[in-house]
Protein backbone atom coordinates (compact mmCIF):
# COMPACT_ATOMS: atom_id res chain seq x y z
CA UNK A 1 0.00 0.00 0.00
CA UNK A 2 1.08 3.50 -1.32
CA UNK A 3 -0.13 6.55 0.92
CA UNK A 4 0.86 9.63 -0.83
CA UNK A 5 -0.85 13.43 -1.08
CA UNK A 6 -0.68 13.22 -4.87
CA UNK A 7 -0.81 10.98 -7.33
CA UNK A 8 0.03 11.57 -11.11
CA UNK A 9 -1.35 8.78 -13.44
CA UNK A 10 0.28 9.42 -16.81
CA UNK A 11 4.30 10.83 -17.46
CA UNK A 12 3.66 11.94 -20.95
CA UNK A 13 4.29 15.85 -20.74
CA UNK A 14 1.40 16.81 -18.70
CA UNK A 15 1.77 14.55 -15.76
CA UNK A 16 5.94 15.02 -15.94
CA UNK A 17 5.15 18.87 -15.59
CA UNK A 18 2.62 18.49 -13.17
CA UNK A 19 5.46 16.27 -11.00
CA UNK A 20 8.32 18.82 -12.25
CA UNK A 21 5.71 21.65 -10.46
CA UNK A 22 4.64 20.18 -7.71
CA UNK A 23 8.49 18.87 -6.64
CA UNK A 24 9.87 21.87 -6.92
CA UNK A 25 7.35 23.04 -4.46
CA UNK A 26 8.54 20.02 -2.32
CA UNK A 27 5.21 18.56 -2.16
CA UNK A 28 5.21 14.41 -2.00
CA UNK A 29 3.93 12.73 -4.74
CA UNK A 30 4.18 9.70 -7.17
CA UNK A 31 4.02 9.90 -10.48
CA UNK A 32 2.86 6.47 -12.50
CA UNK A 33 3.64 5.48 -16.20
CA UNK A 34 3.44 2.09 -17.96
CA UNK A 35 6.47 3.19 -20.45
CA UNK A 36 9.75 2.52 -18.92
CA UNK A 37 11.55 4.40 -21.75
CA UNK A 38 10.87 7.27 -24.34
CA UNK A 39 11.44 6.49 -28.29
CA UNK A 40 11.86 9.05 -30.79
CA UNK A 41 10.37 6.68 -33.73
CA UNK A 42 6.52 8.64 -33.14
CA UNK A 43 7.61 11.90 -32.08
CA UNK A 44 3.85 13.61 -32.06
CA UNK A 45 4.44 17.20 -30.99
CA UNK A 46 7.20 18.91 -32.41
CA UNK A 47 6.82 22.64 -31.65
CA UNK A 48 7.42 23.78 -28.09
CA UNK A 49 5.82 27.20 -27.92
CA UNK A 50 7.32 30.41 -26.57
CA UNK A 51 5.12 30.23 -23.29
CA UNK A 52 5.97 26.73 -22.76
CA UNK A 53 9.71 27.56 -23.21
CA UNK A 54 8.81 30.80 -21.06
CA UNK A 55 7.60 28.11 -18.23
CA UNK A 56 10.52 25.54 -18.91
CA UNK A 57 12.58 28.78 -17.82
CA UNK A 58 10.73 29.37 -14.91
CA UNK A 59 11.57 25.58 -13.87
CA UNK A 60 15.09 26.51 -14.61
CA UNK A 61 15.04 23.86 -17.89
CA UNK A 62 14.84 25.84 -20.85
CA UNK A 63 18.77 26.08 -21.63
CA UNK A 64 18.64 21.88 -20.58
CA UNK A 65 15.99 21.58 -23.82
CA UNK A 66 17.72 23.88 -26.16
CA UNK A 67 21.00 21.99 -25.84
CA UNK A 68 18.58 18.70 -26.63
CA UNK A 69 17.22 19.97 -29.39
CA UNK A 70 18.36 18.48 -32.22
CA UNK A 71 17.57 21.41 -34.23
CA UNK A 72 18.87 24.79 -33.08
CA UNK A 73 16.52 27.49 -33.63
CA UNK A 74 19.83 29.20 -36.43
CA UNK A 75 18.64 27.13 -38.46
CA UNK A 76 15.95 27.77 -39.89
CA UNK A 77 12.54 29.76 -38.32
CA UNK A 78 10.51 29.18 -41.70
CA UNK A 79 7.61 27.44 -42.80
CA UNK A 80 7.84 26.66 -46.79
CA UNK A 81 5.47 25.86 -49.04
CA UNK A 82 6.34 23.80 -52.38
CA UNK A 83 5.53 21.76 -54.90
CA UNK A 84 7.64 19.20 -53.43
CA UNK A 85 10.67 19.16 -51.52
CA UNK A 86 13.16 19.16 -53.70
CA UNK A 87 10.64 21.19 -56.30
CA UNK A 88 9.43 24.68 -56.25
CA UNK A 89 9.27 27.20 -53.24
CA UNK A 90 5.73 28.94 -53.37
CA UNK A 91 5.79 30.90 -50.43
CA UNK A 92 6.73 30.65 -46.85
CA UNK A 93 5.82 32.01 -43.37
CA UNK A 94 8.77 33.68 -41.81
CA UNK A 95 9.31 33.56 -37.72
CA UNK A 96 6.72 30.45 -37.55
CA UNK A 97 5.38 29.42 -34.24
CA UNK A 98 7.53 32.55 -32.05
CA UNK A 99 11.08 31.38 -33.71
CA UNK A 100 13.24 34.02 -33.50
CA UNK A 101 16.94 33.57 -33.54
CA UNK A 102 18.20 36.42 -30.85
CA UNK A 103 16.42 38.28 -28.12
CA UNK A 104 12.79 40.13 -28.65
CA UNK A 105 11.49 42.08 -25.77
CA UNK A 106 8.06 40.64 -25.77
CA UNK A 107 9.63 37.19 -24.99
CA UNK A 108 11.44 35.81 -22.26
CA UNK A 109 12.31 32.94 -25.00
CA UNK A 110 11.23 32.53 -28.15
CA UNK A 111 9.83 29.03 -29.66
CA UNK A 112 11.96 25.94 -30.21
CA UNK A 113 11.23 22.78 -32.57
CA UNK A 114 11.98 20.06 -30.80
CA UNK A 115 10.64 16.01 -31.09
CA UNK A 116 8.41 15.73 -27.83
CA UNK A 117 10.34 12.36 -26.80
CA UNK A 118 13.34 14.73 -26.67
CA UNK A 119 11.65 17.32 -24.30
CA UNK A 120 10.40 14.07 -22.45
CA UNK A 121 13.46 12.69 -21.71
CA UNK A 122 15.08 16.20 -20.16
CA UNK A 123 11.77 16.60 -18.23
CA UNK A 124 12.03 13.17 -16.88
CA UNK A 125 15.40 13.44 -15.53
CA UNK A 126 14.64 16.90 -13.70
CA UNK A 127 11.52 14.80 -12.12
CA UNK A 128 14.19 12.01 -11.36
CA UNK A 129 16.03 14.90 -9.57
CA UNK A 130 13.54 16.11 -7.08
CA UNK A 131 13.35 14.29 -3.93
CA UNK A 132 9.73 14.77 -3.31
CA UNK A 133 8.80 12.80 -6.60
CA UNK A 134 8.78 8.57 -6.59
CA UNK A 135 8.77 8.15 -9.95
CA UNK A 136 7.19 4.71 -10.86
CA UNK A 137 7.58 3.64 -14.62
CA UNK A 138 6.26 0.28 -15.79
CA UNK A 139 3.35 0.49 -13.52
CA UNK A 140 -0.52 1.67 -15.03
CA UNK A 141 -3.36 3.00 -13.75
CA UNK A 142 -5.88 0.28 -13.11
CA UNK A 143 -8.98 1.85 -11.14
CA UNK A 144 -9.75 5.55 -9.17
CA UNK A 145 -12.07 5.61 -6.85
CA UNK A 146 -13.15 9.44 -5.97
CA UNK A 147 -14.07 10.64 -2.85
CA UNK A 148 -14.40 13.91 -0.65
CA UNK A 149 -11.27 13.06 1.60
CA UNK A 150 -9.28 11.02 -0.81
CA UNK A 151 -8.69 8.51 -4.05
CA UNK A 152 -8.80 5.39 -3.77
CA UNK A 153 -6.37 4.11 -6.91
CA UNK A 154 -5.21 0.47 -7.98
CA UNK A 155 -2.12 0.12 -9.95
CA UNK A 156 -0.63 -3.05 -11.66
CA UNK A 157 1.42 -3.72 -8.44
CA UNK A 158 0.03 -1.73 -5.71
CA UNK A 159 -2.90 0.32 -3.94
CA UNK A 160 -2.70 3.75 -3.82
CA UNK A 161 -4.06 6.25 -1.39
CA UNK A 162 -4.08 9.69 -2.62
CA UNK A 163 -5.05 12.90 -1.06
CA UNK A 164 -6.04 14.07 -5.32
CA UNK A 165 -5.60 12.25 -8.46
CA UNK A 166 -3.85 14.27 -11.35
CA UNK A 167 -5.47 12.46 -14.35
CA UNK A 168 -2.79 12.99 -16.80
CA UNK A 169 -2.91 9.62 -18.76
CA UNK A 170 -4.15 11.04 -22.13
CA UNK A 171 -6.81 10.27 -24.47
CA UNK A 172 -7.19 6.28 -23.69
CA UNK A 173 -6.99 6.74 -19.70
CA UNK A 174 -9.40 6.18 -17.69
CA UNK A 175 -9.45 8.93 -15.10
CA UNK A 176 -12.18 10.55 -17.22
CA UNK A 177 -14.27 7.80 -17.08
CA UNK A 178 -13.56 7.80 -13.14
CA UNK A 179 -15.10 11.63 -12.31
CA UNK A 180 -18.03 10.30 -15.09
CA UNK A 181 -16.55 12.78 -17.42
CA UNK A 182 -16.70 12.53 -21.47
CA UNK A 183 -15.05 14.00 -24.32
CA UNK A 184 -17.49 16.18 -26.59
CA UNK A 185 -16.67 17.55 -29.72
CA UNK A 186 -15.89 15.55 -33.21
CA UNK A 187 -13.21 14.02 -35.57
CA UNK A 188 -11.78 15.54 -39.04
CA UNK A 189 -12.54 14.04 -41.49
CA UNK A 190 -9.63 13.07 -43.12
CA UNK A 191 -7.18 10.28 -41.94
CA UNK A 192 -3.24 10.60 -41.71
CA UNK A 193 -0.79 9.18 -41.81
CA UNK A 194 2.91 9.60 -39.94
CA UNK A 195 6.20 8.18 -41.36
CA UNK A 196 9.16 8.70 -39.75
CA UNK A 197 12.51 7.96 -42.23
CA UNK A 198 15.60 8.05 -43.21
CA UNK A 199 16.74 9.45 -46.52
CA UNK A 200 20.50 10.12 -46.59
CA UNK A 201 20.24 10.88 -50.36
CA UNK A 202 18.10 14.24 -49.03
CA UNK A 203 20.80 16.52 -49.24
CA UNK A 204 20.91 20.81 -48.47
CA UNK A 205 21.39 21.50 -52.19
CA UNK A 206 18.23 19.70 -53.56
CA UNK A 207 15.83 21.06 -50.87
CA UNK A 208 13.57 23.80 -52.60
CA UNK A 209 15.07 26.03 -49.44
CA UNK A 210 15.87 25.48 -45.93
CA UNK A 211 12.86 25.33 -43.38
CA UNK A 212 11.66 23.74 -40.50
CA UNK A 213 8.18 21.83 -42.11
CA UNK A 214 7.77 21.66 -46.00
CA UNK A 215 4.14 22.02 -46.75
CA UNK A 216 4.37 19.75 -50.17
CA UNK A 217 0.86 20.77 -52.22
CA UNK A 218 1.50 17.67 -54.35
CA UNK A 219 -1.81 16.84 -56.88
CA UNK A 220 -1.41 13.04 -55.82
CA UNK A 221 -0.22 13.65 -52.38
CA UNK A 222 0.07 16.07 -49.58
CA UNK A 223 0.96 16.65 -46.01
CA UNK A 224 3.84 18.02 -44.43
CA UNK A 225 7.91 17.00 -44.24
CA UNK A 226 10.00 18.18 -41.69
CA UNK A 227 13.64 17.73 -40.30
CA UNK A 228 13.55 15.74 -36.78
CA UNK A 229 17.81 16.42 -36.80
CA UNK A 230 20.55 17.49 -39.13
CA UNK A 231 22.01 13.99 -39.30
CA UNK A 232 19.27 12.74 -41.86
CA UNK A 233 16.14 11.83 -39.59
CA UNK A 234 12.99 13.35 -41.42
CA UNK A 235 9.38 13.09 -40.27
CA UNK A 236 6.10 14.06 -42.31
CA UNK A 237 2.44 13.97 -42.22
CA UNK A 238 1.03 12.10 -45.32
CA UNK A 239 -2.61 14.25 -45.28
CA UNK A 240 -5.77 12.16 -46.30
CA UNK A 241 -4.10 8.79 -46.05
CA UNK A 242 -4.43 6.13 -44.09
CA UNK A 243 -2.09 3.30 -45.44
CA UNK A 244 -0.23 2.95 -48.72
CA UNK A 245 3.45 2.21 -49.16
CA UNK A 246 5.23 4.22 -46.68
CA UNK A 247 8.14 4.54 -48.92
CA UNK A 248 6.03 5.66 -52.28
CA UNK A 249 4.22 8.32 -50.24
CA UNK A 250 7.40 9.82 -48.78
CA UNK A 251 9.09 9.97 -52.50
CA UNK A 252 5.86 11.29 -53.69
CA UNK A 253 6.35 14.34 -50.90
CA UNK A 254 10.16 14.90 -51.90
CA UNK A 255 9.64 15.00 -55.89
CA UNK A 256 12.54 12.31 -56.59
CA UNK A 257 12.83 8.35 -56.07
CA UNK A 258 15.25 8.55 -53.34
CA UNK A 259 16.07 5.57 -51.16
CA UNK A 260 14.34 5.64 -48.19
CA UNK A 261 14.64 3.61 -44.73
CA UNK A 262 11.18 3.87 -42.90
CA UNK A 263 11.45 4.14 -39.31
CA UNK A 264 8.00 3.63 -37.91
CA UNK A 265 4.35 4.84 -39.29
CA UNK A 266 0.97 5.90 -37.28
CA UNK A 267 -2.16 6.13 -38.28
CA UNK A 268 -4.47 8.89 -37.19
CA UNK A 269 -7.00 11.69 -37.17
CA UNK A 270 -7.28 14.64 -35.94
CA UNK A 271 -10.22 14.88 -32.80
CA UNK A 272 -11.56 18.12 -31.77
CA UNK A 273 -12.63 17.33 -28.30
CA UNK A 274 -13.13 19.07 -24.80
CA UNK A 275 -13.49 17.16 -21.73
CA UNK A 276 -17.71 18.22 -20.30
CA UNK A 277 -15.95 18.45 -16.64
CA UNK A 278 -12.29 18.80 -15.59
CA UNK A 279 -12.45 17.61 -12.27
CA UNK A 280 -14.45 15.15 -9.43
CA UNK A 281 -14.10 15.61 -5.65
CA UNK A 282 -10.10 14.72 -5.72
CA UNK A 283 -9.56 14.05 -9.26
CA UNK A 284 -8.57 16.03 -11.92
CA UNK A 285 -7.73 16.25 -15.42
CA UNK A 286 -4.78 18.20 -17.12
CA UNK A 287 -3.91 17.92 -20.70
CA UNK A 288 -5.24 15.27 -23.60
CA UNK A 289 -7.24 13.69 -20.25
CA UNK A 290 -9.19 17.11 -20.52
CA UNK A 291 -8.78 17.85 -24.35
CA UNK A 292 -7.78 16.98 -27.77
CA UNK A 293 -7.27 19.56 -30.81
CA UNK A 294 -5.81 18.96 -34.45
CA UNK A 295 -1.98 19.51 -34.31
CA UNK A 296 -1.94 22.28 -37.00
CA UNK A 297 -0.43 25.23 -34.89
CA UNK A 298 0.98 22.69 -32.82
CA UNK A 299 -1.15 23.57 -29.57
CA UNK A 300 -2.02 20.34 -27.95
CA UNK A 301 1.28 19.64 -25.83
CA UNK A 302 1.69 23.63 -24.98
CA UNK A 303 -1.83 23.65 -23.60
CA UNK A 304 -1.72 20.75 -21.43
CA UNK A 305 1.93 22.02 -19.79
CA UNK A 306 -0.11 25.54 -19.20
CA UNK A 307 -2.84 23.59 -17.42
CA UNK A 308 -0.21 21.80 -15.17
CA UNK A 309 1.10 24.97 -13.90
CA UNK A 310 -2.01 26.49 -13.58
CA UNK A 311 -3.02 23.29 -11.23
CA UNK A 312 0.29 22.67 -10.00
CA UNK A 313 0.74 25.76 -7.82
CA UNK A 314 -2.60 25.66 -7.07
CA UNK A 315 -2.56 21.96 -5.43
CA UNK A 316 1.46 22.89 -4.14
CA UNK A 317 -0.46 26.02 -2.15
CA UNK A 318 -3.47 23.84 -1.02
CA UNK A 319 -1.09 21.21 0.70
CA UNK A 320 1.20 23.88 1.77
CA UNK A 321 -1.66 25.48 3.90
CA UNK A 322 -1.84 28.95 2.40
CA UNK A 323 -3.79 28.59 -0.99
CA UNK A 324 -7.32 28.62 0.29
CA UNK A 325 -10.01 26.51 -0.79
CA UNK A 326 -11.18 28.20 -3.54
CA UNK A 327 -8.07 27.96 -5.09
CA UNK A 328 -8.87 24.51 -6.90
CA UNK A 329 -12.32 25.76 -8.19
CA UNK A 330 -10.60 28.19 -10.43
CA UNK A 331 -8.82 25.44 -12.37
CA UNK A 332 -11.48 24.33 -14.75
CA UNK A 333 -12.74 28.14 -15.15
CA UNK A 334 -9.01 29.29 -15.83
CA UNK A 335 -7.88 26.63 -18.35
CA UNK A 336 -11.28 25.15 -19.94
CA UNK A 337 -12.16 28.36 -22.41
CA UNK A 338 -8.12 28.37 -23.06
CA UNK A 339 -8.49 24.80 -24.37
CA UNK A 340 -11.68 26.19 -26.04
CA UNK A 341 -9.97 28.73 -28.07
CA UNK A 342 -7.24 26.72 -28.85
CA UNK A 343 -9.39 23.86 -30.36
CA UNK A 344 -11.79 26.41 -32.15
CA UNK A 345 -8.07 28.06 -33.73
CA UNK A 346 -6.65 24.34 -34.14
CA UNK A 347 -9.68 22.98 -35.98
CA UNK A 348 -10.28 26.28 -38.46
CA UNK A 349 -7.28 24.51 -40.18
CA UNK A 350 -9.14 21.33 -40.87
CA UNK A 351 -10.30 22.83 -43.74
CA UNK A 352 -7.34 24.12 -45.19
CA UNK A 353 -5.02 20.92 -45.60
CA UNK A 354 -2.71 20.77 -48.37
CA UNK A 355 -5.12 19.17 -50.50
CA UNK A 356 -7.58 22.54 -50.57
CA UNK A 357 -4.34 24.33 -51.81
CA UNK A 358 -3.24 21.39 -53.98
CA UNK A 359 -2.83 21.92 -58.48
CA UNK A 360 -0.48 19.47 -60.84
CA UNK A 361 0.96 22.65 -62.29
CA UNK A 362 2.29 24.33 -59.41
CA UNK A 363 5.82 22.55 -60.81
CA UNK A 364 5.53 24.10 -63.91
CA UNK A 365 3.52 27.20 -64.01
CA UNK A 366 5.01 30.26 -61.78
CA UNK A 367 1.85 31.85 -62.31
CA UNK A 368 0.17 29.17 -60.69
CA UNK A 369 2.54 29.41 -57.63
CA UNK A 370 1.51 33.28 -56.89
CA UNK A 371 -1.92 32.10 -57.22
CA UNK A 372 -1.34 29.96 -54.78
CA UNK A 373 0.88 31.90 -52.69
CA UNK A 374 -2.10 34.62 -52.69
CA UNK A 375 -4.15 31.81 -51.32
CA UNK A 376 -2.10 29.91 -48.48
CA UNK A 377 -2.24 33.76 -46.41
CA UNK A 378 -5.57 32.16 -45.16
CA UNK A 379 -3.06 29.70 -43.37
CA UNK A 380 -1.18 32.00 -41.66
CA UNK A 381 -3.04 32.31 -38.44
CA UNK A 382 -1.20 28.26 -38.34
CA UNK A 383 2.22 29.73 -37.79
CA UNK A 384 1.76 33.09 -36.48
CA UNK A 385 -0.14 32.60 -33.25
CA UNK A 386 1.88 34.44 -30.64
CA UNK A 387 -1.48 36.40 -29.74
CA UNK A 388 -3.31 32.77 -28.79
CA UNK A 389 -0.25 31.24 -27.54
CA UNK A 390 0.79 34.67 -24.75
CA UNK A 391 -2.84 36.07 -25.03
CA UNK A 392 -5.00 34.18 -23.19
CA UNK A 393 -5.86 35.38 -20.22
CA UNK A 394 -8.00 34.91 -16.72
CA UNK A 395 -9.99 38.48 -16.75
CA UNK A 396 -12.70 36.60 -15.50
CA UNK A 397 -11.16 34.16 -12.88
CA UNK A 398 -12.49 34.56 -9.62
CA UNK A 399 -9.12 34.76 -8.32
CA UNK A 400 -8.43 37.62 -10.32
CA UNK A 401 -9.49 41.73 -9.20
CA UNK A 402 -11.20 43.17 -12.21
CA UNK A 403 -9.99 46.69 -12.30
CA UNK A 404 -13.01 48.03 -14.69
CA UNK A 405 -10.35 48.41 -17.40
CA UNK A 406 -11.88 46.70 -21.06
CA UNK A 407 -10.52 43.33 -21.48
CA UNK A 408 -8.09 43.95 -25.29
CA UNK A 409 -9.50 42.41 -28.05
CA UNK A 410 -8.05 38.75 -28.19
CA UNK A 411 -5.94 38.97 -31.25
CA UNK A 412 -5.08 35.30 -31.72
CA UNK A 413 -1.89 36.42 -34.86
CA UNK A 414 -0.21 38.98 -32.90
CA UNK A 415 0.61 39.32 -28.98
CA UNK A 416 -0.39 42.89 -27.56
CA UNK A 417 1.08 43.21 -24.19
CA UNK A 418 -1.26 44.06 -21.77
CA UNK A 419 -1.14 44.80 -17.39
CA UNK A 420 -4.61 44.49 -17.32
CA UNK A 421 -5.62 42.02 -14.16
CA UNK A 422 -5.76 37.91 -15.68
CA UNK A 423 -3.53 38.69 -18.58
CA UNK A 424 0.54 37.40 -18.88
CA UNK A 425 2.55 39.63 -16.88
CA UNK A 426 4.05 41.64 -19.92
CA UNK A 427 7.79 40.74 -20.39
CA UNK A 428 10.39 43.17 -20.92
CA UNK A 429 14.55 42.85 -20.59
CA UNK A 430 15.77 44.88 -17.25
CA UNK A 431 19.18 47.06 -18.37
CA UNK A 432 21.28 44.39 -16.78
CA UNK A 433 20.44 41.81 -19.28
CA UNK A 434 18.23 39.82 -17.52
CA UNK A 435 14.38 38.62 -17.77
CA UNK A 436 12.45 40.56 -15.69
CA UNK A 437 10.63 36.65 -14.91
CA UNK A 438 13.65 35.83 -13.61
CA UNK A 439 13.25 37.68 -10.88
CA UNK A 440 9.87 36.41 -9.61
CA UNK A 441 9.34 35.08 -6.62
CA UNK A 442 8.42 31.36 -6.13
CA UNK A 443 4.85 32.28 -4.60
CA UNK A 444 3.26 35.98 -5.22
CA UNK A 445 5.56 39.12 -6.18
CA UNK A 446 4.84 42.85 -5.75
CA UNK A 447 6.01 44.79 -8.51
CA UNK A 448 6.14 48.46 -8.80
CA UNK A 449 6.77 51.78 -6.20
CA UNK A 450 3.80 51.40 -4.43
CA UNK A 451 3.46 51.03 -0.13
CA UNK A 452 3.85 46.74 -0.22
CA UNK A 453 3.59 46.75 3.74
CA UNK A 454 -0.25 45.65 4.24
CA UNK A 455 0.29 42.98 1.61
CA UNK A 456 3.46 41.63 3.26
CA UNK A 457 2.00 41.64 6.77
CA UNK A 458 -1.28 39.43 5.01
CA UNK A 459 1.07 36.80 3.30
CA UNK A 460 2.73 36.43 7.05
CA UNK A 461 -0.59 36.32 8.29
CA UNK A 462 -1.14 33.43 5.93
CA UNK A 463 2.36 31.83 5.23
CA UNK A 464 1.96 33.22 1.49
CA UNK A 465 5.65 33.21 -0.01
CA UNK A 466 5.76 36.87 -1.10
CA UNK A 467 8.56 38.40 -3.01
CA UNK A 468 8.57 42.60 -3.08
CA UNK A 469 10.35 43.63 -6.90
CA UNK A 470 10.55 47.23 -6.27
CA UNK A 471 10.45 48.36 -10.50
CA UNK A 472 8.70 51.79 -10.46
CA UNK A 473 5.54 52.52 -12.05
CA UNK A 474 2.48 51.56 -10.74
CA UNK A 475 1.91 48.28 -8.34
CA UNK A 476 0.84 44.85 -9.73
CA UNK A 477 0.64 41.95 -8.03
CA UNK A 478 1.34 38.80 -9.74
CA UNK A 479 0.71 35.41 -9.38
CA UNK A 480 2.97 31.81 -9.38
CA UNK A 481 2.11 31.52 -13.20
CA UNK A 482 3.53 34.73 -14.35
CA UNK A 483 -0.40 36.27 -14.42
CA UNK A 484 -1.51 39.09 -13.31
CA UNK A 485 -4.16 39.07 -10.34
CA UNK A 486 -4.28 42.49 -9.58
CA UNK A 487 -2.97 46.33 -10.31
CA UNK A 488 -3.67 49.23 -8.66
CA UNK A 489 -2.03 52.21 -6.81
CA UNK A 490 -3.29 50.99 -3.02
CA UNK A 491 -2.47 47.64 -2.14
CA UNK A 492 -5.63 46.08 -0.49
CA UNK A 493 -4.98 42.92 1.11
CA UNK A 494 -8.19 41.57 0.07
CA UNK A 495 -6.46 41.00 -2.82
CA UNK A 496 -4.12 38.79 -2.07
CA UNK A 497 -6.30 36.95 -0.04
CA UNK A 498 -8.69 36.69 -3.17
CA UNK A 499 -5.61 35.89 -5.35
CA UNK A 500 -4.64 33.01 -2.75
CA UNK A 501 -8.33 31.67 -2.91
CA UNK A 502 -9.35 32.75 0.69
CA UNK A 503 -12.98 33.58 -0.55
CA UNK A 504 -16.09 31.82 -0.12
C1 LIG B 1 0.81 13.79 -35.07
C2 LIG B 1 0.75 14.67 -33.88
C3 LIG B 1 1.46 15.86 -33.88
C4 LIG B 1 1.39 16.70 -32.79
N1 LIG B 1 2.08 17.88 -32.84
C5 LIG B 1 2.02 18.71 -31.79
C6 LIG B 1 2.79 19.92 -31.76
O1 LIG B 1 3.54 20.24 -32.69
N2 LIG B 1 2.71 20.72 -30.66
C7 LIG B 1 1.90 20.38 -29.61
O2 LIG B 1 1.82 21.15 -28.63
N3 LIG B 1 1.19 19.22 -29.59
C8 LIG B 1 1.23 18.37 -30.64
N4 LIG B 1 0.55 17.18 -30.60
C9 LIG B 1 -0.24 16.83 -29.41
C10 LIG B 1 0.61 16.26 -28.28
O3 LIG B 1 1.31 15.12 -28.68
C11 LIG B 1 -0.28 15.95 -27.08
O4 LIG B 1 -1.16 17.03 -26.86
C12 LIG B 1 0.53 15.69 -25.80
O5 LIG B 1 1.25 14.49 -25.89
C13 LIG B 1 -0.39 15.64 -24.58
O6 LIG B 1 0.36 15.30 -23.45
P1 LIG B 1 -0.31 14.48 -22.25
O7 LIG B 1 0.78 14.26 -21.28
O8 LIG B 1 -1.54 15.16 -21.80
O9 LIG B 1 -0.79 13.12 -22.91
P2 LIG B 1 0.11 11.95 -23.51
O10 LIG B 1 1.32 12.50 -24.15
O11 LIG B 1 -0.80 11.12 -24.32
O12 LIG B 1 0.59 11.15 -22.24
C14 LIG B 1 -0.27 10.31 -21.52
C15 LIG B 1 0.60 9.37 -20.73
O13 LIG B 1 -0.24 8.58 -19.88
C16 LIG B 1 0.22 7.24 -19.92
N5 LIG B 1 -0.94 6.40 -19.56
C17 LIG B 1 -1.96 6.00 -20.33
N6 LIG B 1 -2.82 5.24 -19.62
C18 LIG B 1 -2.32 5.19 -18.37
C19 LIG B 1 -2.75 4.56 -17.17
N7 LIG B 1 -3.86 3.82 -17.12
N8 LIG B 1 -2.00 4.71 -16.05
C20 LIG B 1 -0.87 5.46 -16.06
N9 LIG B 1 -0.42 6.07 -17.18
C21 LIG B 1 -1.13 5.93 -18.31
C22 LIG B 1 0.72 7.04 -21.34
O14 LIG B 1 1.64 5.99 -21.42
C23 LIG B 1 1.35 8.39 -21.62
O15 LIG B 1 2.71 8.43 -21.28
C24 LIG B 1 0.60 16.33 -31.67
C25 LIG B 1 -0.09 15.11 -31.65
C26 LIG B 1 -0.03 14.30 -32.75
C27 LIG B 1 -0.80 13.01 -32.75
Redesign the pocket.
Known amino acids: MIRTPVLI ?7 LAVAIELGRAGIPCCL ?4 TTVTTDRP ?4 TSARTMELLRRWGLADQVRAAAPLPVSYSQDVVFCSRVTGHEITRFSHAFGMYDGRRDELAECGQQIP ?1 PVVEAVLREAVRELPSVTFLTGQ ?2 LSAKDGTGGVRAELSDDVVEAGYLIG ?7 TRDAIGARYEGSSGALPNL ?1 ITFTAPGLTEDLLCARAIHYWVLGADVGGIVGPMDLDGTWWA ?1 AQGVREGDPVALVRALLGRDLDVEVRATDP ?1 SARMMLADSYRGERIFL ?4 AHLNP ?1 WG ?5 T ?1 VGDAVNLGWKLAAVLQGWGGPALLDSYEPERRPVAEQTIAAASAQESRLARAFARADLDTDPAARAEAAKALRAKEGEFHSLGLVLGYHYAASPLVTDDGSPVPEHDLLRYHGSGRPGMRLPHRWLPDGSSLYDHLGPGFTLLGNGNSAPLEREAARLGIPFTVLPTGGESVLVRPDQHIAWRGTTPDPAVLRRAAGHFA
Open positions: AGAGPSGVEPRRAKTQRLCDGAAGLNIWVGDAPGHGYNS
